[in-house]
């Protein structure tokens, strides 16, 4: 969460206070203290409804991976079982019941082996389960050290520059050092070699990513496991592959299965990915699966009483909504695989449309085309001094869109970008509109005499990933 810091604003008065077609009213709130009284139902849900007018259109945000459109019952049964606290199995068993199935699901995707037993669990998100999955890579690490009588206190984790932050979150809470791959030339992302070059008796795992959240490419995970097995068989070390499918893992099954990245690779212990992306339900809800008994360390786990039973739980949080899961539930019955497969299509198609059509409009350089996730980066060609990316982004935002311009990690922090993310509710008509509206502002910037008065480049916000 956002920190915020207790101000001494307590007598500021919220900015939107009156009703709609009520003319001025007595009733001003405190901001920042809670009133004495409070303004009743109605009310208050006009003041808020009329404050986030301000927030920008959730459609038209074109950096964020989250699902911004759900069918309205999808909707209407997350509202209907908001009040189900996932962690009450006892209360709930049909969200248990709802949850496990999820699992299944996930993990007959994901191509586990039916006798290897995979188990698995939902998460707030993509970020608890990179901690649940490293959590489990250092465990099994730190077993493995203790039984050759190693020291423990060294673990590292090999992961590429462009990962999300969330895994240098988890290396910083849990005591793991850093090896991150720079990116080098025109490689964006991890590759096999640089990854096994890092590795030694410390590395607790290796993290492949599918589907960089810097221009949506996939990581070559089966290179990178092939080189660990070579590494595995040259000096012994075997290190595990956990697979960051954040975004992938709901997109490949669908749009490229004969790709293997997932349990078909026996090196590939643990995978995670965001229902609340390509899954297609609203935030937030992840999961985490791993591939057998072996690769989640018993101690990890805790039991709930459940049905006068025991219910194995792994989570970072206690209370949670169910609804979310329950929402995953209702995409996976209502879309099925053809379902997810044409929302898919028809995202990726979109994105083809729009990268080859920013493509022709000539000052861009597109680094991906939306061919791998429907998510695409692109740079403006070096001949154009006038203006940068993130004055193209100011641009769009002024019409309503949110297009994020960022530069990338170590080694090609000089290179700024613009991505686009398309996601499920971004038809081919509204594509045409952005591409209309992104070439008039293109121009317009292209008709400039001379540099754009642009605020310095480190005054810019930053995108963070
Ligand atoms: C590759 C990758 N991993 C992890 C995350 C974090 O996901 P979440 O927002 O579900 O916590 C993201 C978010 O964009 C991502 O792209």
Request: with cysteine; proline share 5%.
């Amino acid at each position: 969460m956002a920190l915020s810091r207790h101000s001494n604003q307590g007598r500021r008065q919220h900015p939107t206070s009156a009703p709609l077609h009520q003319g001025s009213t007595d009733a001003h709130i405190p901001a920042h203290t809670l009133a004495e009284t409070g303004l009743g139902e109605q009310l208050s849900y006009e003041l808020l409804t009329n404050e986030l007018l301000l927030d920008g259109q959730a459609r038209l945000n074109l950096a964020t991976f989250v699902t911004t459109w759900m069918p309205s019952l999808g909707g209407r049964i997350m509202h209907e079982t908001a009040d189900k606290n996932i962690i009450d199995k006892d209360e709930y068993p049909q969200t248990a019941q709802i949850e496990a199935r999820c699992v299944n699901i996930i993990a007959n995707l994901w191509h586990a082996e039916e006798g290897e037993q995979a188990t698995g669990c939902s998460t707030t998100g993509s970020s608890e389960a990179a901690m649940l999955a490293g959590l489990a890579m250092k465990w099994r690490w730190r077993e493995r050290m203790r039984a050759a009588g190693k020291p423990t206190d060294r673990p590292n984790l090999v992961t590429g520059a462009n990962v999300q932050v969330c895994w240098e979150k988890f290396m910083r809470y849990w005591d793991v050092e850093p090896r991150l791959v720079p990116m080098e030339g025109e490689r964006f992302h991890l590759s096999a070699e640089e990854a096994v070059a890092r590795c030694d008796e410390n590395t607790i795992g290796v993290v492949a990513v599918l589907g960089s959240t810097f221009d949506g490419s996939y990581e070559p995970v089966k290179e990178i496991a092939q080189a660990l097995d070579g590494l595995h068989a040259r000096t012994g070390l075997d290190v595990p592959l956990h697979v960051d499918a954040a975004s992938g893992g709901f997109v490949a099954p669908f749009l490229t299965p004969e790709l293997e990245w997932d349990f078909r690779i026996p090196r590939v212990q643990s995978i995670n990915a965001s229902g609340h992306k390509y899954g297609l339900v609203y935030p937030g809800v992840g999961w985490a699966i791993w591939r057998n008994e072996a690769a989640l360390p018993k101690d990890l786990i805790f039991d709930v009483n459940y049905l006068g039973g025991h219910m194995p739980t792994f989570a970072l949080n206690f209370s949670r909504p169910g609804s979310e899961v329950v929402a995953q539930y209702f995409m996976f019955v209502s879309l099925g695989r053809e379902g997810y497969r044409r929302v898919m299509q028809n995202a990726q198609d979109v994105a083809l449309r729009l990268s080859s059509g920013i493509e022709q409009l000539g000052p861009y350089r597109l680094l991906t085309r939306g061919d791998e996730l429907p998510v695409f980066a692109f740079t403006l060609r070096d001949e154009v001094t006038n203006y940068t990316v993130y004055d193209v982004s100011e641009r769009l935002r002024q019409r309503g869109w949110l297009v994020p311009a960022y530069n990338f990690p170590e080694n090609r922090e000089d290179l700024s970008v613009l991505r686009i993310v398309v996601r499920a509710g971004m038809s081919l008509d509204m594509a045409d509109l952005l591409l209309e509206q992104l070439s008039e502002e293109t121009a317009f910037l292209e008709s400039l005499d001379g540099p754009m008065p642009s605020a310095k480049e480190t005054q810019r916000q930053a995108f963070s990933h």
